[in-house]
């Protein structure tokens, strides 16, 4: 099975940009579509973004569009997900999850190994 651990979040001022890291461990890795998703405070948890195994396709939720960017170093088992132009409403926890096939979409069922979330605070 594989392990995921999300790193990186904190508090960022409006506008600002952070970079998450959710680096795995298992053997299949590098065969995995990969995700992320967060969950604001009293909300249900939603679809961020989602790269396919060897990153030559990623999708995006409409609300980070532009602003955030998926990305996978295979070598390193490590998921990045860049976040630029960042606003008050993308304040949440992020979580980091693997998808069983090569390719995955925006619904949570598609995957099945979720990390543990990072915290990201963004301040007006």
């Known amino acids: 099975q594989v392990q995921l651990v999300e790193s990186g979040g904190r508090l960022v001022q409006a506008g600002g940009s952070l970079r998450l890291s959710c680096a795995a461990s298992?053997?299949?890795?590098?065969?995995?579509?990969m995700g992320w998703f967060r969950q604001a405070p009293g909300k249900e948890r939603e679809f961020v973004a989602t790269?396919?195994?060897?990153?030559?396709?990623?999708a995006y939720a409409d609300s980070v569009k532009g602003r955030f960017t998926i990305s996978r170093d295979n070598a390193k088992n490590t998921v990045y997900l860049q976040m630029n132009s960042l606003k008050p409403e993308d304040t949440a926890v992020y979580y980091c999850?693997?998808?069983?096939?090569?390719?995955?979409?925006?619904?949570?069922?598609?995957?099945?190994?979720w990390g543990q979330g990072t915290q990201v605070t963004v301040s007006s």
């Open positions: 999850a693997a998808a069983p096939g090569r390719f995955a979409l925006s619904r949570q069922n598609d995957y099945n190994y």
């Open positions: 790269i396919s195994w060897d990153g030559s396709t990623n």
């Open positions: 298992g053997r299949t890795f590098s065969r995995n579509a």
